[in-house]
């Protein structure tokens, strides 16, 4: 069956008689394309080349739509022609930037614990040359073709910190579906089975007449193998939480456009570099089948494209000769969540979303206060309300009387570095915080630590020197910023440098960082950490809560700085951790499947610093930091960028780990495990009284039993859902109201402005 990629609701549950009824989607702008024509309007391009077909969709109506059929899309990056030359030039450029990853030969060579459970080994600048080799053989026919292989070469380390987008990958389309899907086990105890998630919602907030019936296979291949490989270009590392990501999922909408959307299945997060297919056939445990279009979303203007090549001089930057890059036809103005479906009203609300607090207002769980906290900041504007947040939730709930507290840390990709320290300082406010971080020790690092220390020295390290002095003093790479191992300063840059050799590589001794420091307030985005500086008087505060009266619940997403707090919880508070969701078995799950590295480093952060270097050196070294530093005078690999380039430039270390091996190879599974269930989909509520449960309540149970390589039990497995109300005594028209809010949501894409030193972008 063809359908069009927009259906009418009407229409698309008509086709579908019979059959278990899955999302309509919403009215988005795709047009219908119609034999091609000579056309007199400006800008529109007059020629069947699938390009100039795209063109003539998109401007060939009134107003101009900004979507089209996925495979017409496809076909135009195949149009593309391979550019072999620039490609090389590229891929030479690449390495003195990947030189900055933190695991760079870790992964090469990982535990074998995290070879077998999480991802395998992986060779980056093995596999540049392979590229290379792959080139001179002719073996890419498009820009696209070998744009995909470079774009997965450095995801396939699977750090949310190191990514490289190439230009035909992210700035010419981005791929979507219109059917959010959704993981869910029938009571709690069977597997879950993989549902649309329109049919959840009918089945939570409407009279439905039919079973919702599971997913069992997409396009001919068994839905869980299909969808275990397609998460595998997520940018997690843990295999359960990439898996969870694929999913509708409240806390990840709660972020609008800066989340995973409706989940990497429908284009979200990363989801969005991967071509779908022209469409998606669903075949579900009753038989029926159904097929919808996938879609593309135009990232930039088609207005007189009329062939690959056209495309090529409009948007491909080749090198020397090629045009100048056009700008884009109009700003992106990323979708802003207002009122959030499936949460509660919060007792303190927070800024942007990124922190609110809850109360779990149901008999029997009085006592409970929740902390949902799915970001740790990636805007200046909300540093000082999200940590005044955390400050008026602990202590009012407190006062009323809570003893419970539930970290609920869900879609949270981090965000700024030391609003973990101080949350965590808040919680715990004797507590001294480990963190122990190293880079790579590489010539580069060197000789910017050389002149960056040297530069520095010669100022008052203060709040109120000029943004430049600042910017330098408050860098790594000066020595007097950090405190070391024993958490005493450094002596000079060369006691900090180091370096010691582990693991087949050169590292810098570990550095932690000084609470203290004169420059916290410039390096947190305006805070002081709790207990220290102007709030020092704090650090004899008790604590708010218990810690075993704490637990961290997480859907694996926690990355960054998420990681870094979840770690000094863990670690030196005892804090427990519970998993939500997973793969459809029975198997112990991590708490943490996102990067576990402490610092990601933008590539034109390395540059700048690179050229900053070479003017801070006296003469008599001009020659040589000149020689050393004219990689990063090169522009090529951003403007073959689609995106922000990065690396994960730290290490995180655990407290007495002698073997020196980074936390991101580290493989610790949660203290619990529960499946989600379809009320926990509609409603964050409902993950919150089963954590509380688990915990502390003798009503729930974790997931036991299994074990890697166990095979799944048919009769274990759910196959559908049973229609039951969220609230049977809800008003008709409160339900509607609800199912419609979520629905709207349905629209969502990711379009992440958020910045941060310790953020992974979805």
Request: aromatic share 12%; glycine share 8%.
């Amino acid at each position: 069956m063809r359908t069009s990629v927009l259906l009418s609701l009407a229409g698309f549950c008509a086709i579908l008689t019979n059959a278990t009824p899955i999302a309509p989607p919403l009215p988005r702008a795709l047009p219908q394309l119609k034999p091609f024509r000579a056309r007199q309007q400006e800008g529109v391009a007059n020629s069947t080349a699938p390009c100039a077909q795209v063109s003539q969709a998109v401007y060939g109506k009134s107003p101009a739509v900004s979507m089209v059929p996925a495979k017409l899309a496809y076909d135009c990056m195949q149009s593309v022609p391979f550019n072999g030359t620039s490609a090389k030039l590229l891929l030479d450029s690449l390495p003195p930037y990947l030189q900055w990853q933190s695991t760079l030969t870790v992964l090469k060579n990982p535990p074998a614990e995290y070879a077998a459970k999480v991802q395998g080994p992986v060779d980056i600048l093995g596999a540049l040359e392979t590229l290379k080799t792959a080139i001179d053989a002719g073996e890419f026919r498009s820009e696209y073709d070998f744009g995909w292989a470079l774009y997965t070469l450095i995801q396939s380390a699977h750090d949310g910190h190191f990514s490289y987008v190439p230009d035909s990958v992210g700035n010419i389309f981005n791929w979507g579906r219109t059917v959010p899907l959704v993981s869910v086990s029938e009571d709690g105890q069977k597997l879950p089975a993989v549902f649309a998630y329109y049919d959840v919602l009918g089945l939570q907030f409407k009279n439905i007449s039919y079973t919702p019936s599971a997913v069992v296979s997409i396009n001919d291949v068994d839905v869980n193998d299909y969808l275990e490989q397609l998460s595998q270009y997520g940018s997690l590392q843990d295999r359960d939480a990439l898996y969870n990501n694929l999913f509708y999922e409240v806390a990840q909408v709660s972020l609008g456009a800066s989340g995973s959307g409706t989940g990497m299945f429908t284009g979200g997060g990363r989801g969005r570099y991967v071509y779908p297919g022209p469409t998606t056939t669903f075949k579900f445990e009753n038989g029926t089948t159904t097929t919808v279009e996938n879609y593309a979303r135009l990232m930039n203007s088609f207005r007189g494209i009329n062939s690959g090549e056209d495309l090529a001089k409009q948007w491909f930057f080749f090198g020397q000769d090629s045009a100048q890059i056009a700008q884009q036809e109009e700003s992106k103005s990323p979708a802003i969540i207002a009122a959030v479906p499936g949460y509660p009203d919060p007792i303190v609300p927070g800024p942007q979303n990124l922190i609110n607090g809850f109360y779990v207002s149901a008999p029997g769980y009085e006592d409970v206060a929740v902390l949902q906290v799915p970001n740790f900041v990636g805007d200046m504007s909300a540093e000082i309300p999200f940590q005044k947040t955390t400050k008026d939730f602990l202590a009012k709930s407190v006062a009323d009387g809570k003893t419970k507290l539930i970290i609920d840390v869900q879609a949270n990709g981090g965000g700024t570095i030391l609003q973990g320290y101080d949350m965590f300082k808040q919680l715990f406010p004797s507590i001294l915080p480990y963190g122990a971080t190293r880079f790579r020790a590489t010539e580069y690092h060197d000789l910017i630590g050389q002149a960056f220390s040297a530069y520095a020295s010669q100022f008052p390290r203060q709040r109120n020197n000029n943004q430049s002095v600042k910017g330098i003093q408050g860098s790594y790479f000066d020595f007097h910023q950090d405190a070391d191992v024993n958490y005493e300063p450094f002596d000079s840059w060369a006691d900090k440098f180091g370096p010691i050799e582990q693991l087949g590589d050169k590292y810098t001794n570990i550095a932690r960082w000084n609470l203290s420091d004169a420059l916290t307030e410039w390096n947190s985005g305006g805070i002081n950490i709790t207990g220290y500086g102007i709030l020092a008087n704090a650090s004899s505060n008790p604590p708010p809560f218990k810690p075993e009266n704490i637990v961290i619940l997480t859907d694996g997403y926690c990355a960054s700085t998420c990681t870094i707090f979840s770690e000094l919880m863990k670690q030196q508070a005892g804090v427990k951790t519970i998993a939500m969701g997973g793969r459809s078995n029975k198997n112990p799950i991590q708490a943490i499947g996102g990067v576990k590295g402490t610092n990601n480093f933008a590539w034109g952060y390395i540059q700048n610093m690179a050229q900053q270097a070479v003017d801070l050196v006296p003469a008599d070294q001009q020659e040589k930091y000149t020689t050393a530093m004219k990689p990063f005078y090169a522009d090529l690999p951003y403007q073959r960028a689609a995106s922000s380039p990065g690396v994960n430039s730290r290490d995180g270390l655990r407290q007495n780990d002698t073997s020196g091996i980074p936390l991101q190879f580290i493989y610790e599974e949660a203290d619990c495990r529960l499946y989600y269930t379809p009320e926990m989909t509609v409603d964050a509520t409902a993950i919150w009284k089963a954590a509380a449960d688990v915990q502390w309540g003798n009503k729930g149970t974790c997931v036991k039993g299994g074990g890697y390589g166990t095979k799944r039990e048919a009769h274990e497995v759910t196959r559908s859902l049973r229609p039951r109300h969220i609230n049977r005594r809800a008003n008709a028209a409160v339900l509607l109201k609800q199912f419609e809010a979520f629905e709207q949501t349905f629209a969502l894409e990711t379009e992440c402005n958020m910045k941060g030193d310790g953020f992974m972008h979805p």
